[in-house]
């Protein structure tokens, strides 16, 4: 199993960007489909961002409606690490944001769902202010 550890919450303002980082050790990322999910206080966790491998070298990456045009998610294979880049933030997306890898499959993946993902980081907190 993959360690993973996340980093770059904090408080920002609405509209303002931050940049998570999801350190992985004891595997390397590049054989994993990797995702982010977030959860808000009371609510379920759900998929943010997500990439997988599309054939050779080349991984794909799938966004949530909510955030598509807004995050973008990459993977610095040297580093064994992915990222989330987030742009116009805003209130509601406030919560605890988590990044999640399983093991790449025979054919592409085509959903990301929590339950799926057997790694997970301990999560970190992003507030947004109106």
């Known amino acids: 199993q993959v360690q993973l550890v996340e980093s770059g919450g904090g408080l920002v303002q609405a509209g303002d960007s931050l940049t998570l980082s999801c350190a992985a050790s004891g595997r390397t990322v590049s054989s994993y489909d990797m995702g982010w999910f977030r959860q808000a206080p009371g609510k379920e966790r759900e998929f943010v961002a997500g990439t997988t491998w599309s054939g050779g070298s080349l991984y794909t990456a799938d966004y949530a409606d909510s955030v598509k045009g807004r995050f973008t998610i990459w993977r610095d294979n040297a580093k064994n690490a992915v990222y989330l880049r987030m742009n116009s933030l805003k209130p509601e997306d406030t919560a605890v944001y988590y990044c999640?890898?399983?093991?790449?499959?025979?054919?592409?993946?085509?959903?990301?769902?929590?339950?799926?993902?057997?790694?997970w980081g301990q999560g970190t907190q992003v507030t947004v202010s109106s």
């Open positions: 999640a890898a399983e093991r790449l499959g025979g054919a592409r993946r085509k959903t990301f769902v929590a339950a799926d993902f057997g790694s």
